[in-house]
């Protein structure tokens, strides 16, 4: 495709306020962008001439620098180069987004996805070169700016940058995660707390899956379980099934966040999905036999996984809600007394292969107690175990 015909393309669209054909033409390494390059002009002065001279402001400057991102990442395979003219695009986007109505939020998202999928290629790139890799994190101080851009508009708000809010926090937060700078979703979740935005049911429900993900995430990072189960749950219930790696992302941190209150995944959703079944599957089963040994030698051998996940740590706590399905079968064996000798413990840990000694057990039992898995006290000197008359194993909802 010849340089003035792709520049009329693009202009038509402009003109009709089609977004979705200007962010098409727009896409790096696209169909469009791969013809262009098959008939582009080598001379960059002639490329900004055209570009200048059939496109209105800041058209022309975005175009221009759009079609050399084209060149370095197409022609040249050079991310560090594309990521250049990529960033110079999105700037020159974002200095006259204020004087355009939200019609081209389509093209302001295409702009910084393809920023932050260059940034990630060009590290690559500077870190074959043995230079430091930087440019995710200009990449993430750029989309931050694409977020301000939309959350101060104050436009009235049917043509409001405002509806692009929740979709860039999704761009920020994707690229805050792969810099492990979590703690930097802070920030941007304070300003939407104080931004007058529009409800968040009101935006499309991709972008509401998506925050609802990350804040799961974030809350799951936190220890805040409740908070994370059910923002989690409102992504997976919300994303469709054919998007099967999305339902994936969200049930690594949706499953153990459950499995912590005791509530196991269905052997038909974990048949959806083989790698999280080599994985909890035999949890499960510990978890309902509260076979102790059992729990641990899957925890061992899902460990490296959960590691890279993230979740190791809290799959392992889970191993509190093991013993105590087994130690409720010793109180339930034993016709639902309410004092037990503390060496009934240890039989039924010795029973599941776990071999601990009398100290090992009280601490054990004292720690069931302190999380709130039994309600009762120890009597150190008579070596027993006094439940509560009530409830001497309280839902795992009221844990502490």
């Known amino acids: ?81 594309a990521y250049t003219s990529q960033s110079q695009a999105v700037a ?21 996805i393809d920023l932050r999928k260059a940034a990630v290629q060009a590290d690559k790139q500077l870190e074959l070169r043995g230079e430091k890799p930087n440019r995710l994190e200009d990449c993430a101080r750029a989309i931050n700016k694409s977020f301000t851009v939309c959350i101060t508009d104050r436009s009235p708000i049917d043509v409001s940058r405002k509806w692009g809010t929740y979709f ?17 979703c802070k920030n941007v979740l304070r300003a939407v707390t104080a931004a007058d935005l529009p409800p968040l049911h009101r935006y499309p429900i991709s972008h509401q899956v998506t925050f609802k993900y990350y804040t799961g995430v974030l809350s799951f990072y936190n220890d805040d379980f409740k908070s994370a189960e059910a923002d989690l749950q409102f992504a997976f219930d919300h994303t469709p099934s054919i998007s099967a790696n999305n ?23 974990l048949s959806n999905f083989p790698d999280l079944k080599q994985i909890y599957e035999p949890i499960v089963i510990a978890i309902k036999t509260g076979n102790v040994r059992m729990f641990d030698e899957a925890l061992a051998t899902g460990s490296s996984r959960l590691v890279s996940l993230g979740t190791y740590l809290t799959v392992e706590r889970a191993r509190g809600v093991v013993v105590r399905v087994l130690f409720k079968k010793v109180y339930t064996a034993m016709n639902k007394s309410t004092k037990l ?16 000694d009398d100290e090992e057990v009280e601490c054990m039992l004292a720690n069931m107690i ?25 839902s795992l909802d009221q844990q502490r």
């Open 1 to 81: 495709m010849k340089l003035v015909m792709f520049l009329g393309q693009v202009n038509h669209g402009i003109t009709k306020e089609d977004a979705k054909k200007v962010a098409n033409f727009l896409q790096l390494e696209s169909k469009h962008s791969q013809k262009l390059m098959d008939e582009t002009p080598e001379n960059a002065p002639q490329i900004e001439f055209e570009c200048q001279s059939r496109l209105p402001q800041p058209w022309d400057e975005v175009l221009f620098h759009h079609v050399m991102a084209c060149r370095a990442a197409i022609m040249n395979k050079d991310y560090v180069g």
């Open 92 to 112: 020159a986007f974002q200095r006259e987004f204020a004087n355009i109505t939200n019609w081209a939020l389509r093209v302001h998202y295409m702009l910084n």
């Open 168 to 184: 860039i926090i999704g761009i920020l937060f994707k690229t805050y995660f792969k810099l492990k700078s979590h703690s930097l």
């Open 247 to 269: 339902r994936r992302l969200i049930l690594h941190y949706l499953i153990p966040t459950r499995l912590l209150r005791g509530s196991l995944p269905p052997t038909s959703l």
């Open 341 to 356: 000798e503390v060496s009934l413990f240890k039989t039924a840990l010795a029973y599941v292969g776990v071999d601990v």
């Open 370 to 394: 302190y999380k709130g898995y039994i309600r009762g006290y120890l009597s150190h000197e008579k070596s027993v175990l006094v439940l509560s008359q009530k409830d001497p194993f309280p």
